[in-house]
């Protein structure tokens, strides 16, 4: 199925702008469906309890966003006034528009990662489980894995481990932001259940290398999964015959999970060439999944990003802009390695 762009443009900005494949929307066009509302889509029920048994928890909620799956997973572990702690390019922090803050009344302290990794010392010092009536207190701290802006890194499964010895005997929850936590359990052949193990609540997103048009999931014990179904009705998030929908994210499940291995060879073989012609853009071992962040200023590039991001598009290649002097590449479901290869080129050009 031909995406809406002309054929060979080869569009690195994200892993969410892949079109359903031919299988996908068959898929789609078979499924059974219900009122969903009424807890009666028999085709969103199988998704749900089948990623909740992924994920090993007790229950899981099909949302339209991963930003609303997070949304739900911090609320049920945060109550208003208190604060969530994450890396300081968290997406709860960065990429949601103040949702946690604007809605539900969460303040966000956070530590800074060079990768967006789990920093054990950070987290002892910012820790505060009961900082009675002046300051704020630690309600839960969010993970990500991968780390999105941290470049598609993964989150040591011996971290997670830690990091829950450090905070549930004060009380404090964990979230897991596991939008790509497919693409961390394909790099290291740890399970999604293995990491959300170490969480109380842990999101996954279905539309970002999964290839599903829409959908994400929050999981967690049965108790908090009704609590967000409430939650979400009253944000205008109920949805009718949602299986459609919850049809492509089982499709995905079936048929793209164990290929994202393909994404992370394409993003690998990205980042040498672009370290080959600009040393020290990236480290070609820090490529460990689909993300590849570059790092003009390290590289002495002379365009800033925005430039370089401009003469690649000329060239028929789309990155995202991160910052004045980072660019972002991220490989997915239809972009094959031959795309990648003429990416290479074209940025090659690009940054000289
Ligand atoms: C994409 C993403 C989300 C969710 O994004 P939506 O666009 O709301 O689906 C959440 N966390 C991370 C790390 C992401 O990359």
Known sequence: MASSQHDDLVDLRSDTVTAPTEGMRAAMAR????????AEDPTCRALEERVAGMLGKEA?????????????GVRALVSPGSEVLCESRAHIARAELGAHAAIFGVTTRTWAHPRGLIDLDAVHSLLAPDAGPYFVSTA??????????GGGSVQPLDSMRKLREIVAPVGVGVH???ARLWNASAATGITPGEYAEFADTASVCLSKGLGAPVGSLVAGTAAQIEEA???RKRLGGGWRQAGVLAAAGLYALDHHVQRVTEDHAHARLLAERLAQTAPGIVDPATAETNIVVLDLAAAGVGPDAGEVASRAREAGVLVSVLGPRALRLVTHLDVDEAGCRRAADVLAAALS
Not at 60 to 72: D, I, P, R, V
Request: aromatic content about 10%.
């Open 176 to 178: 897991l932001d596991g």
């Open 31 to 38: 499924a059974e469906v219900g009122d969903d509302v009424y």
């Open 229 to 231: 179904r409430v939650w």
């Open 60 to 72: 899981a909620l099909f949302t339209a966003t991963g930003s609303l799956a997070n949304l739900l």
């Open 140 to 149: 839960a701290v969010s993970i990500e894995n991968t780390h999105n802006f």
